[in-house]
């Protein structure tokens, strides 16, 4: 048995800090495969296709959900969101740990399909913190950060079935903790029994 | 609430080296509570009471039974040995992280009373590796080290439902791995969730 890959799933509130984080945990671990969510959506200034999102148009979608060919996937605002089941597992048989960036409620239906799965909630260092943070960075209008904030509350109270949970009150920190966590869940029997010789 | 102590059991066979392991992990974390095992047979030469084992006789013995003193326990070439139970909870009320040095059987014990309890399997590299340590170690008869690598094999099969298995190839890497679960053990949500402010 080689290596096995493994999927974690990184969750947390928008405004939290995911992107930076993953970002430097992954200068220690350049091997992860980052899935890339497919949408419906049209590409905002600046997107590009298969980078941050793979665009497809409903009819290729609707098609993914018929073929099982998604892990999850969710309406918003009028859009469909997923993440595509085939890159992932092409990357687990190739050994590769895998990175899944999705929200609470997309984190279940992975978790319901895929048990072994590795969740890991990212939450702000304070509720006003992330308030301040979501005020700095200028995309949103007031009500806009509101909802965030209401729709934050409403994930929080779920990250208490994740198996971790960090706090990004210091990005270095948080990343260190990531990476402890992607070592640690390789040490489990099924993947090193074999490994005593003879 | 402030830190929770945590139990970790550390199992594996005899000559695998978890003296010497958690030896080099202690370092960094100096603070654990390292119990101390009770036992009814005499001390041998160099062993302190207290320090190497609680010597007790039959009856103190039978009573932390009866009392529920005992975290686990077993008669091994008659004589009993077991795991005093006031302070591993002592430790732990203070926040201290506990250690139990323990085997399979006493592993299950402390288990299915504690299922929080984090149990890691330390495993030598290979079986001709166990043997020559055995051989080398001078202190076992021929027959005791037949014996002693049958039981490991038996104790190894049961390794599979244990959190993690390390294998001790290399002790400072063992023990850093060590250190990696005790870390990665207190990132758990009921831990942390409640650090989030206002």
Redesign the interface.
Known sequence: MEKQGKIFILSGPSGCGKGTVLKSAMREHPDMFLSVSATTRGPRQGEIDGVHYHFIDDDAFLKMIDRDQLLEHAGYAGNFYGTPRIPVDEALDQGRDVMLEIDVQGAQQVYAKRPDAVRI?L???????LERRLVNRGTDSADKIRQRLTRARDE?AL?????????NDDVERAAA?LN??F??EH???????H????
């Open positions: 909630f939450a702000p260092p304070s509720w006003s913190e929080m990250a208490v079935d994740y198996d971790y949970f960090i706090i903790e402890d966590i070592r640690v040490f489990k029997p099924a993947e090193r029994m490994l005593v010789k003879d």
